[in-house]
């Protein structure tokens, strides 16, 4: 079945700790990005990438990486800068340019102790 | 800044009535507006519209759009408890390159 593959769905982590986030998908869509969730707050756009090797900074750029290697794959780095990493983080793709909806994974939750 | 809105933030209900869910948006370079449902993790995408004034409709739920006053409603009709779940409106802000996201209202169903 196609979809949006994120893991882990569930990571902790210490303070001054990278962490990375997969996102695997197998829709041949072009378009992938990176959301994070807050309670009470909406889905809030940290990277986008719309073609392979491209890839742009949303609103929350701040303490994140991404990189786009392949069409598939989308990873997340949050860095030791992020000052409040704990969040529940979305990934999604879509075929690009503004030519249909968001298809978004599972999710994962990082709690940072 | 783009802005989307949606009211009421929370709204509990019982079994069999009928809610409408407010969006509201002040975007650059307006393409669509999304509605989704999101009951634990991944939301799940129910409407997509482009044109102001027809609607989409898909069993009980039903959406329509006005470019004009830049607001669209999320009707649910005889609701069931598993319409609860917390829906999320979202504007395509720029060709896909920004969907900007309201809070999402919070709907309880109670039995």
């Known amino acids: 079945d196609g979809g949006i593959t994120q893991s882990p769905k569930y990571l902790f982590r210490k303070e001054g700790q990278n962490v990375t986030l997969s996102c695997e998908q197998n829709?041949?869509?072009?378009?992938m990005y990176w959301y994070r969730q807050d309670p009470g707050q909406g889905l809030r756009l940290i990277y986008y990438?719309?073609?392979?090797?491209d890839f742009q900074k949303g609103d929350i750029a701040e303490g994140y990486s991404v990189s786009r290697e392949k069409k598939e794959s989308f990873p997340l780095t949050v860095t030791s800068a992020q000052k409040n990493p704990t969040a529940f983080y979305l990934c999604?793709?879509?075929w690009g340019f503004g030519t249909g909806e968001l298809f978004f994974g599972e999710g994962s939750r990082l709690t940072v102790l | 800044e783009d802005k989307v809105v949606q009211s009421p933030l929370s709204l509990v209900v019982h079994e069999g009535d009928t809610v409408t869910l407010n969006c509201s948006y002040e975007?650059?370079?307006?393409?669509?507006l999304l509605w989704y449902k999101q009951e634990k993790k991944a939301p799940t995408f129910l409407f997509m519209l482009?044109?102001?004034?027809i609607e989409k409709k898909s069993g009980r739920l039903s959406s329509i759009l006005d470019k004009k006053e830049l607001f669209s409603i999320l009707n649910i009709t005889a609701t069931q408890t598993g319409d609860s779940a917390v829906y999320l409106c979202?504007?395509?802000?720029?060709?896909?390159?920004?969907?900007?996201f309201g809070p999402g209202t919070r709907l309880s169903v109670l039995p």
């Open positions: 975007v650059t370079n307006f393409r669509s």
């Open positions: 829709l041949n869509h072009d378009a």
């Open positions: 482009t044109s102001s004034g």
């Open positions: 990438s719309q073609i392979v090797n």
């Open positions: 979202a504007v395509d802000d720029n060709y896909g390159q920004n969907f900007v």
């Open positions: 999604a793709s879509s």
